[in-house]
Nanobody, 121 residues
Framework: VQLQASGGGLVQAGGSLRLACLTSKTIFSANTIGWYRQYPGSQRELVAT????????YYIDSVKGRFTISKNNAKNVVNLQMNFLKPEDTAVYYCNTDPPITEYADESLNWGLGTQVTVSS
């Protein structure tokens, strides 16, 4: 697994979590990095992205104004700060490049285990 997501947990609605995506310097500096999430029984959806230089970001409409994606160049980490969390944000969150690395037949090697975010009402 080339990108590892961490930082999930259980939080009440309105609370905050900060996710971290750790990767290699090679991947970090050469690719747009994205945060994705997956609901049970659904396909992964792209939530936010940040370009290599960190100047351009993208968010899906449902998280605009609540989530912020950023890069820590010293640590090769991409963070996703999630504020004002809602129960509908409950999902497994993954990080990957955008477009995602899919070189392995085993999906778990491309995506890792992700990190569970659970928001209670």
């Amino acid at each position: 697994v080339q990108l590892q997501a961490s930082g999930g947990g259980l939080v009440q609605a309105g609370g905050s979590l900060r996710l971290a995506c750790l990767t290699s310097k090679t991947i970090f500096s050469a690719n747009t990095i994205g945060w994705y999430r997956q609901y049970p029984g659904s396909q992964r959806e792209l939530v936010a992205t940040i370009t290599t230089e960190g100047l351009t970001t993208y968010y899906i409409d449902s998280v605009k104004g609540r989530f912020t994606i950023s890069k820590n160049n010293a640590k090769n980490v991409v963070n996703l700060q999630m504020n004002f969390l809602k129960p509908e944000d409950t999902a497994v969150y993954y990080c990957n490049t955008d477009p995602p690395i899919t070189e392995y037949a085993d999906e778990s090697l491309n995506w890792g285990l992700g990190t569970q975010v659970t928001v209670s009402s």
